[in-house]
């Protein structure tokens, strides 16, 4: 390639750079940016950010540092090349010089972006250290940098998560105050974190305000609904919410139905787990392994052992072999009811399974 003008192109040395950082061979990764005008290839601004963004990804910020600072006097610098840095300190969990990356990056011209306080931001929630954070989402009010749906996603999150729950609502209406539009991913999260704290009526009103902000759920949205109100065995709740979503134009997953097919077993609801099974159908989900063994174990579980044996006869029909485990919860279940006809037939079905798998 190297004997070829023009082969050998940034793209292509950008590659080479990131598979020796990926095996750890950050030396070997500078020697090739090093080499690169030999190959016709610029040694620019773009170059150094690929370089130094590998080494950061790979977990040597340290490397990525030793580079720059050889460089920053011969290779006109940007504001991605400064917030490669912070990014990788940060996650280094190294906020002091994530901090002292950001003073060198306004020494050299450059205004922080809002990129650059994310990041600081987001480390020091994960950090639970909620004072810095605030004081970093202040100061970036301050220096005319406007927070945007990521920024208010993360210090959401992480206050939920840390079950301060009153002041992730509270991050909430600061965003609306400020004209900054939350996105569906906001809202799924917010409602997740409300979910689970069984703050239901808060997640009911957080739901109605979307279409409210202009927002229209998405399939996370629908299914963390959902599953929360399965969770609160709220059927009616969970299955209004899946007519909903049909309505919405929003086709439903695999995962959508797993909350609600569990909560049908639990409760021994037939009719209704007949009519998600032709629900899934319709929307073109097939049942998989998993599913089967959901559906087998749930009803052993509610003693429904004529629907588990034939959804175990089912799996075994279309081609599939089940789990050891499902196959010996049916097995004593049947055991202990005395159904020595159908255990019988369940040990046939396994075995033939099995067979077929080796031949």
Do not use: W
Request: charged share 30%; net charge positive; with cysteine.
């Amino acid at each position: 390639m190297s004997l070829l003008h023009g082969y050998v192109t940034l793209a292509t040395m950008g590659k080479v750079m990131r598979r020796l950082a990926k095996a750890g061979r950050y030396s070997d990764a500078i020697e090739a940016f090093k080499g690169l005008e030999k190959f016709g290839v610029s040694k620019d601004a773009k170059a150094l950010n690929i370089l130094m963004d590998a080494l950061a990804k790979e977990d040597s910020v340290e490397s990525a540092y030793q580079v720059f600072d050889e460089f920053k006097e011969s290779i006109t610098l940007d504001t991605s090349i400064f917030n490669v840095l912070i990014h990788g300190f940060c996650k280094a969990r190294k906020l002091d010089d994530a901090r002292k990356i950001m003073e060198q990056m306004e020494t050299h011209g450059f205004r922080p972006e809002v990129f650059s306080y994310t990041c600081l931001i987001e480390a020091y929630c994960r950090e639970k250290d909620f004072r810095k954070a605030d004081a970093i989402f202040l100061e970036m009010q301050e220096k005319d940098c406007t927070p945007n749906v990521v920024t208010y996603t993360i210090l959401m999150h992480a206050l939920g998560k840390a079950k301060q729950i009153n002041e992730a609502l509270e991050v909430y209406e600061k965003m609306k105050r400020s004209g900054c539009v939350p996105d569906s991913a906001f809202y799924s999260s917010l409602l997740f974190i409300l979910s689970k704290n069984g703050r239901l009526k808060d997640a009911n009103e957080l739901f109605e305000d979307m279409a409210k902000q202009g927002v229209k759920p998405d399939v996370l949205t629908y299914n963390t609904m959902i599953s929360s109100a399965c969770s609160h065995s709220q059927e009616e709740r969970a299955l209004k919410l899946l007519q909903k979503m049909e309505e919405d134009s929003c086709k439903p997953y695999l995962v959508t139905y797993v909350p609600l097919l569990k909560l049908c077993c639990k409760k021994k609801r037939m009719k209704v787990l007949n009519f998600l099974l032709r629900h899934m159908f319709k929307n073109d989900i097939s049942i998989d392994l998993g599913i089967y063994a959901l559906l087998v174990r749930g009803l052993c579980k509610s003693g429904k052992l004529e629907e588990a044996r034939l959804f175990f006869e089912e799996m075994v029909l279309k081609g599939m072999v089940p789990m050891d485990s499902t196959y010996k919860m049916l097995v004593e279940e049947l055991n202990k009811k005395c159904m020595e006809k159908e255990k019988e037939h369940i040990e046939a079905l396994m075995l033939k399974a099995q067979e077929r798998e080796r031949t």
